[in-house]
């Protein structure tokens, strides 16, 4: 059978399972046993030297400096070491000592997925804070999704646990008590809900002094949530410090963006630095649409992965592929925007533990989250935008295959094309970030197994450092 490869020439990069061009530590792979579901417990026995990341100058982990030289507060330090945060990294160590400064000025930062910009935001945000003011308002952190703001919720209470008197609060949907407002020196919601609570004088912002904008280009977007942040900060101090981060910035958002927090800092990647190095990205070229299923089915079936997500366009879609593969023996959860709050959060936090290991969804939870044990991510449907998804969408791409490779970890990232639309939208992505794709077949399962496996088994790593301190 002819692939669309054969009749269209995607760059493809050297086979990371001949070992001619690898970024994953080759590793034996052991006889899987399967059990039919291909959902196996695994046993993380490979070691993962993030000190030797961290000092190699062009890794974005590198930095020369340490959390001492940044000059925080003990108890903040003290809650570095808790959470294993040895060194900072890039992002750390050079937007730190910018956002930190008096008087306070304002910060535009890029830094590719999963390389600790929540953790740059978050020092920022505990060392701004009178903590002899408990129950004011003073940070407001902002994020597109309820996941992403329980999840800084969670890294504000980590990083802050020795912080005395610290209240964080989540102003999410159905979260925050109608009696009593909010009452919390931070706060870390979702624009809409923000918005509502400031205008029902339940949130007093008139002491707040940092506003950060956590994937701020999508935040920003006027097709998106734009409207809604602009509404919120116009109801803040004028004089207040405001934050933008993300591991994407397109050129028409940036413009906004400095407008939006004028006179920042800036800190930018090159398009060609926006990948992370530990994701091995591949597609796979399936016969049509239909079969799209049935190679899902074939990759779980034939692989011990760790934890994935699969990523899908549509809510009906994330539902339609959870019956099936349940009917088929498999044990998966789906969650998308079209779930009450708690169920959303259930979900997640299962996903969190372990507990479930398969996770399909669409683009709710593309960016930002971190569940350090995912080892590889389904691009089911290429990420398209615009009017009728005609192109294709080059931020979400990155953001879904970054649920990956976290911090020095590796993981693979498959998409799949069927048609010459899907292709094209995939070249396109390929050509934008200058990735090559490893083109993967399903008429070589042998192949297939062997290149994906020698990822996944290498990502099952013991890092150095505690994996995650987020508690839910
Ligand atoms: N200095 C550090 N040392 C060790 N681990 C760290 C450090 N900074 C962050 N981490 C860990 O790295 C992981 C990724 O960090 P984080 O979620 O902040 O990435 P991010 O850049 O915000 O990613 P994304 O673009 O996906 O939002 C987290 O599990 C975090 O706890």
């Known amino acids: 059978m002819s692939t669309l490869a054969d009749r269209v020439t995607l760059p493809t990069a050297a086979d990371p399972a001949d070992g001619t061009s690898s970024d994953v530590v080759p590793s034996q792979i052991p006889a899987d046993s399967t059990d039919g579901v291909g959902l196996i417990e695994s046993n993380f026995d490979v070691e993962v030297k993030l000190g030797d990341l961290q000092n190699d100058t062009e890794s974005p982990l590198y930095s020369v400096t340490s959390f001492e030289q940044l000059g925080l507060p003990k108890e903040i330090h003290d809650g570095l070491l808790a959470m294993n945060y040895k060194k900072p990294s890039k992002i750390q160590e050079k937007a730190l000592p910018l956002m930190l400064a008096n008087p306070p000025q304002n910060m535009i930062a890029q830094s590719q997925s999963g390389t600790g910009k929540t953790g740059a935001f978050v020092l920022t945000v505990l060392s701004r804070i009178d903590l002899k003011k408990p129950t004011q308002p003073q940070a407001l952190v902002l994020a597109p999704s309820r996941e992403l703001a329980r999840q800084i919720q969670s890294v504000i209470q980590s990083i802050g646990q020795f912080c005395t008197d610290l209240i964080v609060e989540a102003a999410i949907p159905g979260n925050v008590s109608r009696e009593t407002g909010v009452k919390a020196s931070a706060v870390v919601g979702t624009p809409g809900t923000v918005m509502d609570l400031i205008r029902r004088r339940q949130f007093d912002v008139s002491q707040l002094k940092l506003l950060v904008i956590d994937e701020a280009d999508n935040m920003l977007d006027q097709q998106g949530l734009g409207d809604q942040c602009v509404r919120v900060k116009s109801m803040l101090p004028k004089d207040i410090q405001i934050l933008l981060f993300s591991a994407t910035f397109p050129e028409k958002v940036m413009t906004y963006a400095e407008r939006f927090a004028p006179n920042a800092h800036q800190m930018k990647l090159r398009q060609q630095e926006l990948t992370v190095k530990g994701i091995s990205q591949m597609y796979m070229d399936c016969p049509d649409e239909n079969k799209k299923y049935d190679v899902l089915c074939k990759l779980y079936g034939l692989m011990t992965i760790g934890s994935s997500v699969i990523f899908v366009r549509t809510r009906d879609s994330a539902n339609e ?19 009450e709050g708690a169920n959303r959060d259930a979900l997640l936090d299962d996903f969190r533990s372990g507990r479930s290991k398969v996770l399909i969804t669409t683009n709710v939870l593309a960016r930002g989250i971190d569940v350090s044990s995912v080892s590889m991510v389904i691009n089911y449907d290429i990420p398209m935008k615009g009017p009728g998804d005609r192109e294709p969408d080059n931020e979400t791409y990155l953001h879904r295959i970054g649920r990956t490779g976290r ?5 693979v990232s498959i998409s799949f094309v069927y048609d010459r639309k899907s292709f094209d939208a995939l070249s396109q992505i390929a050509n934008h970030y200058g990735i090559d794709l490893i083109q993967l077949s399903p008429d070589d399962w042998d192949v297939t197994e062997k290149k994906v496996k020698e990822v996944i088994k290498s990502s099952r790593a013991k890092p150095e450092y505690a994996p995650s301190a987020i508690k839910n």
């Open 407 to 411: 911090f020095g970890r590796v993981g």
């Open 321 to 339: 592929i959870q019956r099936r593969m349940e009917a088929d023996g498999h044990k998966v959860s789906a969650l998308h925007g079209a779930f």
